[in-house]
């Protein structure tokens, strides 16, 4: 299995936070959103894991020649983005049409179960149950999770069952023809070539498709959801019951990094310290301070503090 993470972004919503770094770089819990996605990806033990890259793409370079771990990597440059139907086309000559390949946007994280792919007969959308449908695109399905067909943003109801980005695609030489078809021909939907257009297709030609559950879908589009998703994923990687210093008080969960010097503050809970942080007389909660600040006295919850 091949996974292609599109990271070509450029995070306009998350500005200034993603003026000097593209958004799947942003802080989570003590990782970046890009550490999150790929650690759980590498469970399924990929031949290679392809990054397209865009806003940025030289940090991302950079990023990756310190993530030997992560096994075989390469980076495709979308410099003209004209949607993600393309963007996924320039990562296909790199994947066999007989190798199965997991697509996973890298700027949104999730809990689901990966593991089913590793025998899966047929081609999988996650979905996850939403309240509103009508701000996402929803698989229709059959009774047994069969998909029919994919509706973009629907005005009246067809399914609550959005599509959040994970696509595992079994049938890899269908989905080259139909991205071929839709850029040969210049089919585009709001001005860009879809990968939702292909997969329907795909669909109407008789590939088969079915869904799989989403169990958490975290959003990290704007300050107020990525503090939240920080919140959420510090459940798995709190440090907090291992750090000491004197007159500290430390509420988890939190995770605070390498090299941190913190004298008579109170953190906590839902609190992300970077690394070579100094905090001095500051009460802070429900926030993610970035590598290399320091702060002196004051009251801060509720936000991002970056140099």
């Known amino acids: 299995m091949k996974i292609?993470?599109?990271?070509?972004?450029?995070?306009?919503?998350?500005?200034?936070?993603?003026?000097?770094?593209?958004?799947?770089?942003?802080?989570?819990?003590?990782?970046?959103?890009?550490?999150?996605?790929?650690?759980?990806?590498?469970k399924l033990n990929p031949t290679e894991t392809v990054f397209i890259t865009g806003y940025k793409a030289e940090k991302i370079d950079e990023y990756l020649q310190d993530k030997p771990e992560w096994g075989k990597v390469r980076t495709v440059l979308q410099?003209?983005?004209?949607?993600?139907?393309?963007?996924?086309?320039?990562a296909l000559p790199f994947v066999d049409d007989d190798e199965p390949l997991l697509i996973i946007l890298g700027d949104t994280l999730f809990e689901a179960d990966l593991s089913i792919l590793e025998k899966a007969d047929q081609n999988i959308l996650y979905t996850y149950k939403v309240e509103d449908p009508s701000r996402f695109g929803v698989?229709?399905?059959t009774p047994d999770g069969q998909i029919e067909r994919l509706v973009e943003k629907p005005q009246e109801y067809v399914s609550d069952e959005a599509i959040v980005g994970i696509y595992y695609i079994k049938d890899v030489k269908a989905l080259k023809a139909a991205l071929k078809y839709l850029m040969d021909n210049n089919i585009r939907t709001k001005n860009e070539f879809q990968l939702t257009d292909a997969l329907e297709m795909m669909i109407r030609q008789g590939c088969k498709f079915r869904t799989a559950p989403v169990f958490r879908w975290l959003d990290c589009g704007l300050m107020e959801t990525l503090l939240h998703t920080n919140a959420h994923m510090l459940g798995r990687n709190d440090n907090s019951n291992a750090f000491a210093s004197r007159g500290v008080q430390i509420i988890p969960p939190c995770h605070i990094g390498k090299n941190v010097k913190v004298y008579g503050c109170k953190i906590g809970p839902y609190v992300t310290i970077g690394d070579d942080c100094e905090l001095s007389g500051v009460e802070i909660s429900n926030s993610v301070v970035w590598s290399g600040v320091k702060i002196t006295n004051g009251k801060i919850s509720n936000s991002i503090v970056h140099k």
């Open 139 to 141: 698989a229709v399905t």
């Open 79 to 90: 410099d003209n983005p004209q949607g993600l139907g393309e963007a996924i086309s320039l």
């Open 4 to 42: 292609i993470l599109p990271v070509a972004g450029n995070g306009i919503r998350l500005r200034p936070y993603t003026e000097d770094r593209p958004k799947c770089l942003l802080p989570v819990a003590g990782k970046t959103i890009l550490d999150w996605i790929v650690e759980d990806s590498l």
